[in-house]
């Protein structure tokens, strides 16, 4: 076991775990955070996706060693009442049907918009390639994260 003072959705958290131990369970079973998801357990569906300095990560295969003192955002953490844009697109969109693999695809859909606010068709099927959603709701996600990109640039950008 060792000691991190790990610092999620903005606020540092003191745990000791073993050094392998994923973050996905860090954040569900230490943290008590459960919105990101358990997928495949292997780093392919994207259900564990979270923010490690604002780029998306894999939760499942990010052992809680290799974090640092780099910043962790969950689902839980991108806003306190789903006012972020991408949230508000998601709704808007009624992309969730189970709505299992949504808090990865939000956060994916945010970290693509992070790097790059003006997507095209392609650039959306490439970035989000790597989620999963098994009710086949890609079309909705896509228009989500347009709309998404055109509220964005109405809106000032978080520093």
């Known amino acids: 076991m060792a000691k991190y003072n790990l610092k999620v959705n903005g606020k540092n958290h003191l ?16 943290l008590n955070l459960q919105g990101t ?9 994207g259900a564990c996706t979270v923010h490690l300095n604002g780029s998306a990560v894999r939760s499942c295969q ?3 060693s290799a974090v640092g003192k780099q910043a962790i955002t969950t689902i839980e953490g991108l ?23 949504q808090a990865g ?7 693509l918009l992070k790097d790059n606010p003006h997507p095209s068709d392609e ?8 989620n999963i959603c098994r009710c086949g ?5 896509k228009e989500a994260i347009k709309t998404a990109a055109k509220a964005s640039k109405t809106q000032p950008q978080k520093k």
């Open 15 to 30: 745990i000791d775990v073993d050094p392998s131990t994923p973050m996905l369970w860090v954040l569900r079973d230490h």
């Open 37 to 45: 998801k358990y997928g495949c357990g292997v780093a392919m569906c």
């Open 62 to 64: 990010l052992p809680v």
């Open 79 to 101: 806003s306190a009442n789903a006012t972020h844009p991408v949230q508000k697109a998601w709704i808007e969109h009624d992309v969730a049907q189970c709505g299992y693999c």
């Open 105 to 111: 695809q939000i956060m994916s859909a945010t970290s």
């Open 123 to 130: 650039d959306i099927d490439g970035y989000m390639s790597g």
């Open 137 to 141: 709701t890609y079309l909705r996600i």
